[in-house]
Protein backbone atom coordinates (compact mmCIF):
# COMPACT_ATOMS: atom_id res chain seq x y z
CA UNK A 1 0.00 0.00 0.00
CA UNK A 2 1.50 3.48 -0.60
CA UNK A 3 1.16 6.55 0.86
CA UNK A 4 -1.00 8.16 -1.40
CA UNK A 5 -3.75 10.32 0.14
CA UNK A 6 -7.11 8.77 0.77
CA UNK A 7 -9.56 9.37 -2.15
CA UNK A 8 -12.57 8.79 -0.19
CA UNK A 9 -11.79 12.17 1.93
CA UNK A 10 -9.79 14.02 -0.95
CA UNK A 11 -11.92 12.93 -4.14
CA UNK A 12 -15.98 14.63 -3.11
CA UNK A 13 -19.00 15.48 -4.57
CA UNK A 14 -19.69 19.44 -4.24
CA UNK A 15 -23.31 19.54 -6.25
CA UNK A 16 -25.28 17.54 -8.27
CA UNK A 17 -28.71 17.99 -9.69
CA UNK A 18 -30.81 17.24 -12.73
CA UNK A 19 -30.30 19.55 -15.32
CA UNK A 20 -33.90 18.86 -17.31
CA UNK A 21 -34.51 21.45 -19.81
CA UNK A 22 -32.36 22.83 -22.10
CA UNK A 23 -29.30 24.17 -20.87
CA UNK A 24 -26.11 25.50 -21.29
CA UNK A 25 -24.33 22.04 -22.42
CA UNK A 26 -26.90 20.40 -24.21
CA UNK A 27 -30.60 20.71 -25.66
CA UNK A 28 -31.05 17.47 -23.72
CA UNK A 29 -31.48 16.84 -20.33
CA UNK A 30 -28.19 16.20 -18.07
CA UNK A 31 -26.46 16.10 -14.83
CA UNK A 32 -24.53 18.15 -13.90
CA UNK A 33 -21.75 17.16 -10.92
CA UNK A 34 -19.27 19.53 -9.45
CA UNK A 35 -16.34 17.69 -8.06
CA UNK A 36 -13.55 18.47 -5.47
CA UNK A 37 -10.34 16.49 -6.14
CA UNK A 38 -7.82 18.08 -3.34
CA UNK A 39 -4.84 16.11 -3.95
CA UNK A 40 -5.75 14.65 -6.65
CA UNK A 41 -4.98 17.32 -8.91
CA UNK A 42 -1.89 16.12 -9.71
CA UNK A 43 -2.65 12.19 -9.36
CA UNK A 44 -3.38 10.62 -12.60
CA UNK A 45 -4.72 7.39 -13.61
CA UNK A 46 -1.02 6.50 -14.77
CA UNK A 47 0.33 7.16 -11.28
CA UNK A 48 -1.71 4.54 -9.70
CA UNK A 49 0.01 0.90 -10.65
CA UNK A 50 -3.14 -1.45 -11.45
CA UNK A 51 -5.70 1.41 -11.76
CA UNK A 52 -6.60 0.96 -15.74
CA UNK A 53 -6.71 -2.70 -15.46
CA UNK A 54 -8.78 -2.55 -12.63
CA UNK A 55 -11.38 -0.27 -13.95
CA UNK A 56 -11.05 -2.07 -17.52
CA UNK A 57 -11.66 -5.62 -15.78
CA UNK A 58 -14.95 -4.35 -13.73
CA UNK A 59 -16.29 -2.30 -16.55
CA UNK A 60 -15.18 -3.60 -19.74
CA UNK A 61 -17.71 -1.70 -21.99
CA UNK A 62 -15.35 1.10 -21.41
CA UNK A 63 -13.20 0.22 -24.73
CA UNK A 64 -16.10 1.40 -26.61
CA UNK A 65 -15.99 4.86 -25.18
CA UNK A 66 -13.95 6.29 -27.86
CA UNK A 67 -13.09 9.48 -26.03
CA UNK A 68 -11.09 12.50 -27.57
CA UNK A 69 -9.48 10.01 -29.41
CA UNK A 70 -12.27 9.50 -31.70
CA UNK A 71 -11.76 5.58 -32.03
CA UNK A 72 -12.59 2.70 -30.18
CA UNK A 73 -10.61 2.15 -27.25
CA UNK A 74 -10.09 5.70 -27.11
CA UNK A 75 -10.88 6.76 -23.09
CA UNK A 76 -8.53 3.21 -22.24
CA UNK A 77 -5.71 5.01 -24.21
CA UNK A 78 -6.09 7.85 -22.36
CA UNK A 79 -6.45 6.07 -19.00
CA UNK A 80 -2.91 4.45 -20.00
CA UNK A 81 -1.15 7.79 -20.80
CA UNK A 82 -2.48 9.47 -17.33
CA UNK A 83 -6.19 11.51 -17.29
CA UNK A 84 -7.65 12.78 -14.12
CA UNK A 85 -10.58 11.56 -11.67
CA UNK A 86 -13.46 14.16 -12.62
CA UNK A 87 -12.90 13.18 -16.26
CA UNK A 88 -12.69 9.48 -15.58
CA UNK A 89 -15.69 9.70 -13.23
CA UNK A 90 -17.87 11.03 -16.34
CA UNK A 91 -17.16 8.28 -18.25
CA UNK A 92 -17.89 5.71 -15.60
CA UNK A 93 -21.32 7.35 -15.17
CA UNK A 94 -22.15 6.88 -18.35
CA UNK A 95 -21.18 3.36 -18.52
CA UNK A 96 -22.80 2.30 -15.51
CA UNK A 97 -25.61 3.20 -16.96
CA UNK A 98 -25.03 2.01 -20.27
CA UNK A 99 -24.85 -1.68 -18.61
CA UNK A 100 -28.24 -1.43 -17.51
CA UNK A 101 -29.54 -1.17 -21.49
CA UNK A 102 -29.62 2.64 -21.51
CA UNK A 103 -28.18 4.27 -24.55
CA UNK A 104 -26.00 7.43 -23.29
CA UNK A 105 -23.01 8.85 -24.82
CA UNK A 106 -23.10 12.49 -24.27
CA UNK A 107 -20.89 14.12 -21.71
CA UNK A 108 -18.45 16.86 -20.60
CA UNK A 109 -15.97 17.31 -17.97
CA UNK A 110 -14.45 21.18 -17.39
CA UNK A 111 -12.76 23.30 -14.45
CA UNK A 112 -15.24 24.23 -11.87
CA UNK A 113 -16.48 27.60 -10.51
CA UNK A 114 -13.52 27.73 -7.73
CA UNK A 115 -9.76 26.36 -8.08
CA UNK A 116 -9.81 22.75 -7.35
CA UNK A 117 -13.30 21.97 -8.17
CA UNK A 118 -14.35 20.16 -11.75
CA UNK A 119 -17.84 20.55 -13.19
CA UNK A 120 -19.01 17.58 -15.47
CA UNK A 121 -22.27 17.28 -17.20
CA UNK A 122 -23.51 13.83 -18.15
CA UNK A 123 -26.38 12.60 -20.38
CA UNK A 124 -29.46 10.58 -19.01
CA UNK A 125 -32.31 8.55 -20.23
CA UNK A 126 -33.82 7.77 -16.20
CA UNK A 127 -33.73 11.11 -13.47
CA UNK A 128 -33.50 8.71 -10.95
CA UNK A 129 -31.01 6.46 -12.39
CA UNK A 130 -28.71 9.21 -13.53
CA UNK A 131 -28.15 10.89 -10.32
CA UNK A 132 -27.62 7.71 -8.75
CA UNK A 133 -25.08 6.80 -11.53
CA UNK A 134 -23.60 10.14 -10.05
CA UNK A 135 -22.77 9.17 -6.64
CA UNK A 136 -21.98 5.38 -7.92
CA UNK A 137 -19.26 6.93 -10.46
CA UNK A 138 -17.58 9.00 -7.28
CA UNK A 139 -17.33 5.74 -5.29
CA UNK A 140 -16.19 3.36 -8.14
CA UNK A 141 -13.51 6.00 -9.45
CA UNK A 142 -12.24 6.51 -5.30
CA UNK A 143 -12.00 2.63 -4.99
CA UNK A 144 -9.86 2.70 -8.19
CA UNK A 145 -7.46 5.18 -6.84
CA UNK A 146 -7.44 3.02 -3.61
CA UNK A 147 -6.72 -0.07 -5.11
CA UNK A 148 -9.91 -1.65 -3.85
CA UNK A 149 -12.28 -2.17 -6.69
CA UNK A 150 -13.14 -5.48 -7.51
CA UNK A 151 -16.55 -5.33 -9.28
CA UNK A 152 -19.58 -2.94 -9.76
CA UNK A 153 -21.81 -5.70 -9.20
CA UNK A 154 -23.68 -3.93 -7.43
CA UNK A 155 -23.95 -0.51 -8.85
CA UNK A 156 -25.69 -2.33 -11.71
CA UNK A 157 -28.11 -4.24 -9.87
CA UNK A 158 -29.10 -1.01 -7.61
CA UNK A 159 -29.27 1.18 -11.19
CA UNK A 160 -31.61 -1.84 -12.81
CA UNK A 161 -33.94 -1.30 -9.66
CA UNK A 162 -34.49 2.08 -10.05
CA UNK A 163 -35.09 1.97 -13.91
CA UNK A 164 -37.72 -0.39 -13.45
CA UNK A 165 -39.65 2.52 -11.59
CA UNK A 166 -41.68 5.05 -13.14
CA UNK A 167 -39.47 8.10 -14.42
CA UNK A 168 -40.14 12.40 -13.92
CA UNK A 169 -42.62 13.33 -16.16
CA UNK A 170 -40.78 14.89 -18.93
CA UNK A 171 -41.16 18.89 -19.72
CA UNK A 172 -44.35 19.72 -21.76
CA UNK A 173 -44.56 22.98 -20.94
CA UNK A 174 -45.79 25.23 -23.66
CA UNK A 175 -45.36 28.99 -23.04
CA UNK A 176 -46.09 32.31 -24.68
CA UNK A 177 -42.78 33.87 -24.52
CA UNK A 178 -39.17 33.07 -22.73
CA UNK A 179 -37.43 36.33 -21.47
CA UNK A 180 -33.54 36.11 -20.16
CA UNK A 181 -30.94 38.77 -19.91
CA UNK A 182 -29.18 40.51 -17.40
CA UNK A 183 -31.47 42.94 -16.54
CA UNK A 184 -34.85 44.35 -17.58
CA UNK A 185 -36.57 41.02 -18.14
CA UNK A 186 -39.74 42.02 -15.51
CA UNK A 187 -40.06 45.51 -17.36
CA UNK A 188 -40.04 43.57 -20.73
CA UNK A 189 -42.44 40.59 -19.75
CA UNK A 190 -44.76 44.10 -18.11
CA UNK A 191 -44.69 45.95 -21.50
CA UNK A 192 -45.46 42.71 -23.64
CA UNK A 193 -49.05 41.98 -21.09
CA UNK A 194 -49.98 46.42 -21.49
CA UNK A 195 -49.71 45.21 -25.20
CA UNK A 196 -52.43 42.65 -24.88
CA UNK A 197 -50.75 39.29 -24.22
CA UNK A 198 -50.04 37.22 -21.27
CA UNK A 199 -53.71 37.31 -19.84
CA UNK A 200 -54.25 33.28 -20.99
CA UNK A 201 -50.75 32.49 -21.93
CA UNK A 202 -47.72 32.13 -19.49
CA UNK A 203 -44.93 34.59 -20.56
CA UNK A 204 -41.65 32.74 -18.39
CA UNK A 205 -38.93 35.62 -16.84
CA UNK A 206 -35.57 33.00 -16.52
CA UNK A 207 -32.87 34.56 -15.17
CA UNK A 208 -29.49 33.51 -16.32
CA UNK A 209 -28.36 31.95 -12.46
CA UNK A 210 -31.61 29.94 -12.96
CA UNK A 211 -30.85 28.53 -16.54
CA UNK A 212 -27.07 27.68 -15.43
CA UNK A 213 -28.58 25.83 -13.13
CA UNK A 214 -31.52 23.85 -14.10
CA UNK A 215 -32.36 24.56 -17.43
CA UNK A 216 -35.48 26.24 -19.24
CA UNK A 217 -38.01 25.57 -17.43
CA UNK A 218 -40.70 24.94 -20.08
CA UNK A 219 -40.55 22.51 -23.37
CA UNK A 220 -41.88 24.95 -26.07
CA UNK A 221 -42.15 28.79 -26.35
CA UNK A 222 -43.73 31.25 -29.29
CA UNK A 223 -41.19 33.77 -29.08
CA UNK A 224 -37.92 34.28 -27.13
CA UNK A 225 -36.28 37.24 -26.15
CA UNK A 226 -32.55 37.86 -24.82
CA UNK A 227 -32.48 41.62 -23.34
CA UNK A 228 -28.48 41.61 -22.64
CA UNK A 229 -25.61 39.43 -21.75
CA UNK A 230 -24.41 41.17 -19.48
CA UNK A 231 -24.66 38.70 -16.52
CA UNK A 232 -24.04 39.61 -12.66
CA UNK A 233 -26.00 36.43 -11.06
CA UNK A 234 -23.82 33.67 -12.50
CA UNK A 235 -20.49 32.33 -11.21
CA UNK A 236 -17.30 34.69 -13.06
CA UNK A 237 -16.64 32.60 -15.24
CA UNK A 238 -19.97 32.34 -16.86
CA UNK A 239 -19.65 36.20 -17.01
CA UNK A 240 -16.95 36.13 -19.88
CA UNK A 241 -18.74 37.06 -23.16
CA UNK A 242 -18.66 34.22 -24.94
CA UNK A 243 -20.32 31.93 -21.89
CA UNK A 244 -22.57 34.38 -21.52
CA UNK A 245 -23.58 34.59 -25.36
CA UNK A 246 -23.79 30.39 -25.43
CA UNK A 247 -25.98 30.70 -21.80
CA UNK A 248 -28.31 33.58 -22.97
CA UNK A 249 -28.99 31.75 -27.09
CA UNK A 250 -30.17 28.66 -24.86
CA UNK A 251 -33.80 29.76 -25.07
CA UNK A 252 -33.70 29.44 -28.94
CA UNK A 253 -33.88 25.82 -28.22
CA UNK A 254 -37.34 25.63 -27.08
CA UNK A 255 -38.77 28.17 -30.12
CA UNK A 256 -39.90 26.25 -33.12
CA UNK A 257 -37.54 25.79 -35.63
CA UNK A 258 -38.08 28.78 -37.89
CA UNK A 259 -39.74 30.88 -34.90
CA UNK A 260 -38.26 34.14 -33.67
CA UNK A 261 -35.95 35.44 -30.56
CA UNK A 262 -35.82 38.49 -30.52
CA UNK A 263 -31.81 39.88 -29.68
CA UNK A 264 -30.14 43.39 -28.74
CA UNK A 265 -28.25 44.87 -32.05
CA UNK A 266 -24.61 44.30 -32.27
CA UNK A 267 -25.26 40.85 -30.68
CA UNK A 268 -24.08 38.93 -33.36
CA UNK A 269 -22.11 36.05 -31.52
CA UNK A 270 -25.67 35.21 -30.36
CA UNK A 271 -27.64 36.11 -33.38
CA UNK A 272 -25.54 33.83 -34.85
CA UNK A 273 -26.33 31.26 -32.55
CA UNK A 274 -29.58 31.35 -32.54
CA UNK A 275 -29.84 30.97 -36.45
CA UNK A 276 -27.79 27.79 -36.14
CA UNK A 277 -30.31 26.55 -33.41
CA UNK A 278 -32.44 27.24 -36.62
CA UNK A 279 -34.67 30.21 -35.85
CA UNK A 280 -34.94 33.40 -37.08
CA UNK A 281 -33.86 36.57 -35.43
CA UNK A 282 -35.50 40.11 -35.16
CA UNK A 283 -33.22 42.87 -33.86
CA UNK A 284 -34.32 46.00 -31.28
CA UNK A 285 -32.09 48.77 -30.68
CA UNK A 286 -32.60 51.97 -28.17
CA UNK A 287 -31.64 54.41 -30.57
CA UNK A 288 -31.56 54.69 -34.38
CA UNK A 289 -28.10 53.47 -34.83
CA UNK A 290 -28.73 49.74 -36.25
CA UNK A 291 -26.05 48.39 -38.18
CA UNK A 292 -26.04 46.80 -42.01
CA UNK A 293 -25.09 44.06 -40.21
CA UNK A 294 -27.95 43.45 -37.85
CA UNK A 295 -30.67 44.94 -40.44
CA UNK A 296 -28.99 41.91 -43.24
CA UNK A 297 -30.74 38.64 -41.58
CA UNK A 298 -33.20 40.09 -39.33
CA UNK A 299 -36.55 39.41 -39.97
CA UNK A 300 -37.86 42.51 -38.09
CA UNK A 301 -35.85 45.37 -36.58
CA UNK A 302 -37.58 47.88 -33.93
CA UNK A 303 -35.47 51.19 -32.64
CA UNK A 304 -36.21 54.47 -31.49
CA UNK A 305 -36.19 57.28 -34.14
CA UNK A 306 -37.79 61.24 -32.75
CA UNK A 307 -38.43 59.43 -28.94
CA UNK A 308 -40.73 57.38 -31.37
CA UNK A 309 -40.67 53.21 -31.36
CA UNK A 310 -40.36 52.44 -34.81
CA UNK A 311 -40.59 48.88 -36.51
CA UNK A 312 -39.17 47.68 -39.73
CA UNK A 313 -40.91 44.93 -41.34
CA UNK A 314 -40.35 44.27 -45.22
CA UNK A 315 -39.03 47.67 -45.62
CA UNK A 316 -42.03 48.76 -44.19
CA UNK A 317 -42.06 51.58 -41.07
CA UNK A 318 -44.89 51.41 -38.48
CA UNK A 319 -44.86 53.56 -35.83
CA UNK A 320 -45.28 52.16 -32.13
CA UNK A 321 -45.74 54.64 -29.80
CA UNK A 322 -43.55 57.55 -27.76
CA UNK A 323 -40.91 56.09 -25.62
CA UNK A 324 -42.37 56.52 -21.94
CA UNK A 325 -40.32 57.61 -19.09
CA UNK A 326 -41.94 54.89 -16.63
CA UNK A 327 -40.32 52.13 -18.00
CA UNK A 328 -36.71 51.30 -19.03
CA UNK A 329 -36.17 51.76 -22.67
CA UNK A 330 -34.66 48.23 -23.70
CA UNK A 331 -38.35 46.89 -22.24
CA UNK A 332 -39.99 49.43 -23.87
CA UNK A 333 -38.85 48.23 -27.78
CA UNK A 334 -38.24 44.67 -26.87
CA UNK A 335 -41.37 44.30 -25.63
CA UNK A 336 -43.46 46.37 -28.64
CA UNK A 337 -41.50 44.27 -30.97
CA UNK A 338 -42.26 40.95 -29.04
CA UNK A 339 -45.79 42.15 -29.37
CA UNK A 340 -45.49 42.57 -32.88
CA UNK A 341 -44.01 40.02 -33.63
CA UNK A 342 -46.55 37.38 -31.84
CA UNK A 343 -49.50 39.38 -33.63
CA UNK A 344 -47.94 38.48 -36.96
CA UNK A 345 -47.50 34.79 -35.81
CA UNK A 346 -50.86 34.79 -34.25
CA UNK A 347 -52.90 36.66 -36.62
CA UNK A 348 -56.17 35.27 -34.81
CA UNK A 349 -55.04 37.25 -31.75
CA UNK A 350 -56.75 40.56 -30.82
CA UNK A 351 -54.64 43.86 -33.09
CA UNK A 352 -52.18 45.52 -31.27
CA UNK A 353 -53.55 47.99 -28.65
CA UNK A 354 -53.81 51.39 -30.03
CA UNK A 355 -49.99 52.64 -28.78
CA UNK A 356 -51.61 56.51 -29.70
CA UNK A 357 -53.75 56.59 -25.93
CA UNK A 358 -51.14 54.27 -24.63
CA UNK A 359 -48.28 56.61 -25.26
Known sequence: MTDRPDPAVEIRMTTLHATRGANFWSTRPVMRMDIAVGAYEDISSADVPGFTDALVKAMPGLIEHRCSIGERGGFIMR???????????????LELQTMIGHD?????????????????????????????????????????????????????AELK???????????????????????DRAATRGEIVRRGFGNDE???????????????????????????????????????????????????????????????????????????????????????????????????????????????????KSDHGAVRSDAPITAQVAGALAAFTLNELQPLQPALSAVESAS
Open 79 to 93: LRDGTYAAHIIEHVA
Open 161 to 183: ALASKPDVPLLHQHVLCGITGGS
Open 104 to 156: VGYGRTRGGDISGEYTLVFEHMHEAVGLRAAALALETVQQAFAGTLANVDHAV
Open 202 to 316: LIIDVSPVFLLQAGLPYSRSDIAIVTDTNLTDVPERYQEEERAQRLMSCVADAVDRGGIVIVPAKEWEVQEKIRDAGCRVAIFATDSNVTRRDRKLARAVAFVLNDRIMIDWRGE
